[in-house]
């Protein structure tokens, strides 16, 4: 079982900016596809791809692409997603997520995840 611990949410004003990490225990993450999804209420348990990674590329969603950055640092098992000037509508919960099978894929629905992280708030006030 992987276990997966996103950090670095909190309160910020439109505008800031916030890195998000989420830290792996999977043993060969190198080769983790993982990705970077958001929930905001009234949604139910949708949850809106933002982001993935595999060891050869990145892909972020079209419409946070001038604003959010995802990487990755293999030697401490973690996962950043930079975002910056941040605006209101970006308030959700932020959860990471990982495939099991090692894959060279990014997936974009949350149904391709297995592995998923407690989430890690993040509230833009204007």
């Known amino acids: 079982q992987v276990q997966l611990v996103e950090s670095g949410g909190g309160p910020v004003q439109a505008g800031d900016s916030l890195r998000l990490s989420c830290a792996s225990s999977e043993r060969y993450f190198s080769l983790s596809t993982m990705g970077w999804f958001r929930q905001t209420p009234g949604k139910g348990q949708e949850r809106e791809f933002v982001a993935g990674i595999t060891w050869r590329e990145t892909m972020i969603t079209d419409s946070l692409k001038d604003r959010f950055t995802i990487s990755r640092d293999d030697g401490k098992n973690t996962m950043y997603l930079q975002m910056n000037s941040l605006k209101p509508e970006d308030t959700a919960v932020y959860y990471c997520?990982?495939?099991?099978?090692?894959?060279?894929?990014?997936?974009?629905?949350?149904?391709?995840?297995?592995?998923w992280g407690q989430g890690t708030q993040v509230t833009v006030s204007s």
């Open positions: 997520a990982a495939v099991a099978a090692s894959t060279s894929r990014i997936y974009s629905h949350q149904h391709e995840y297995q592995y």
